[in-house]
């Protein structure tokens, strides 16, 4: 009787490890032999790039020459201006305006920039007059392509020029989209009859670009 129950119990045993193995099975299919019953493998790859900001403005027209000319007669000051890519006028003078049209900026760089404007002298210093008046030295920016400049001071007006260290900025958002991203900047001279500098006479436009915010 003793050894029947022996029996018994290991008869059931074997059928409790064989319900284990049974119920197992699928699980260890799924998990340990997918890959190896199916010959398959997965990897992942990875894709890197850093694209670097690049602040580039160029001067596509960067003189302006007014040639010789004298104030006519009678006349107490000669005024000469351009008017973007049209030929300069020249008002009580005879000085060619054929090639005088605005400087022309463009922002080609890879990012929206600040753009600052600055010359060497402030009319006096470009005339000299004896009484220090009748003289004028100014300049006017204006978008060439439409939404070019944006944000700045006196967009599109003739203001007097600025000498002082930083500039005038004309745009806080110079966009470097191609069909939006150049400039004039016009520039208008008034001439005194009794201006001191004869001769030649020149100056120099400084343009600085900081970068901005925004797309």
């Known amino acids: 009787m003793k050894l029947s129950n022996n029996l018994l119990i290991i008869v059931a045993v074997i059928f409790n490890l064989f319900l284990i193995l049974i119920i197992s099975a699928p699980l260890f299919g799924v998990f340990d032999f997918k890959g190896f019953l199916t010959g398959k493998a997965t990897n992942e790859g990875y894709l890197n790039i850093t694209i670097l900001t690049a602040i580039n403005i160029n001067m596509t027209r960067d003189s302006i020459n007014w040639s010789s000319g004298i104030i006519d007669a009678g006349e107490t000051n000669a005024t000469l201006y351009t008017r973007g890519d049209d030929t300069g006028i020249a008002l ?19 990012v929206n920039c600040s753009l600052k404007l600055r010359t060497g002298k402030n009319a006096h210093e470009f005339f000299s007059s004896s009484t220090n008046s ?13 939404n070019s400049c944006s944000g700045g001071a006196m967009l599109g007006e003739w203001v007097d020029v600025n000498k002082t260290s930083g500039g005038t900025e004309f745009c806080k958002q110079f966009s470097n989209h191609l069909s939006n991203n150049e400039i004039y900047v016009d520039i208008l001279l008034t001439i005194p009859y009794d201006a001191q500098n004869f001769g030649e006479q020149s100056d120099i436009l400084t343009v600085t670009a900081d970068a901005a915010g925004g797309a």
């Open 134 to 146: 009748n003289e004028q030295y100014m300049w006017n920016v204006s978008n060439k392509e439409a």
């Open 92 to 110: 009580r003078g005879n000085w060619s305006g054929e090639n005088a049209k605005s400087f022309v900026i463009a922002n080609i760089g890879g």
